[in-house]
């Protein structure tokens, strides 16, 4: 079945650890996305891919990092400069900017 | 800057009834507009896309309206269903000079009661 996977669904992190959160999608999609989501509020964009070997910060960038070498893979580092990481993480793709996103089943990241 | 509202947070209605979602939006000028639907812990599904240019989309029990001159769009649910129960959100498209995103409000979260 085409869709979207994400690992792991849950992950903590140490005090000065950088975590990694998968994103894989075999929809051929060209878009990615990476959405935080905490509670009682929407969803907020952390990064942005718009196709292979490029990404764009959305509104939340400071303390994450990501990649886009091949066209499937969209990973997200949430850095030791995330100072507030815990939180649902969100990952979607699309075929293009602009049409209907889909989304993976979300990674709960806390803090030990 | 873009801003979505949705009202209410919170709806708790008894199975059959029909409801109203509601959006609002502060910037008219958008691409598109999508409704999805979160169950708890879980990602979110796509319900409805409405375009532009579209006044209204329907699937099913839900109907989807939108009036861009008021920067409003609703969910129609008819005769709900316990199956219902969840988070309701809206998202708006914007194209900006960064190639464009989804804006989302804080959602409604519906509960309906057998």
């Known amino acids: 079945d085409g869709g979207i996977t994400q690992s792991p669904k849950y992950l903590f992190r140490k005090e000065g650890q950088n975590v990694t959160l998968s994103c894989e999608q075999n929809?051929?999609?060209?878009?990615m996305y990476w959405y935080r989501q905490d509670p009682g509020q929407g969803l907020r964009l952390i990064y942005y891919?718009?196709?292979?070997?490029?990404?764009q910060k959305g509104d939340i960038a400071e303390g994450y990092s990501v990649s886009r070498e091949k066209k499937e893979s969209f990973p997200l580092t949430v850095t030791s400069a995330q100072k507030n990481p815990t939180a649902f993480y969100l990952c979607?793709?699309?075929?293009?900017?602009?049409?209907?996103?889909?989304f993976g089943d979300g990674t709960r990241l806390s803090i030990l | 800057k873009q801003e979505v509202t949705q009202i209410p947070a919170a709806l708790s209605v008894p199975e059959g009834e029909n409801l109203v979602l509601n959006c609002s939006f502060t910037?008219?000028?958008?691409?598109?507009l999508q409704w999805f639907r979160q169950d708890p812990g879980k990602g979110l599904t796509s319900l409805l896309l409405?375009?532009?240019?579209?006044r209204e989309q329907t699937s099913g029990r839900l109907n989807a309206s939108l009036d861009k001159s008021s920067g409003r769009s609703t969910l129609y649910i008819a005769a709900s269903q316990p199956g219902d129960s969840a988070t309701y959100l809206c998202?708006?498209?914007?194209?900006?000079?960064?190639?464009?995103?989804?804006?989302f409000g804080q959602g409604t979260e519906l509960s309906v009661k057998p």
């Open positions: 891919s718009q196709i292979v070997n490029d990404f």
């Open positions: 998202a708006v498209y914007n194209f900006n000079n960064q190639g464009g995103k989804l804006i």
């Open positions: 910037d008219s000028a958008i691409y598109n």
């Open positions: 929809l051929n999609h060209d878009a």
């Open positions: 979607a793709s699309s075929m293009t900017a602009g049409q209907p996103q889909h």
């Open positions: 409405i375009q532009s240019s579209q």
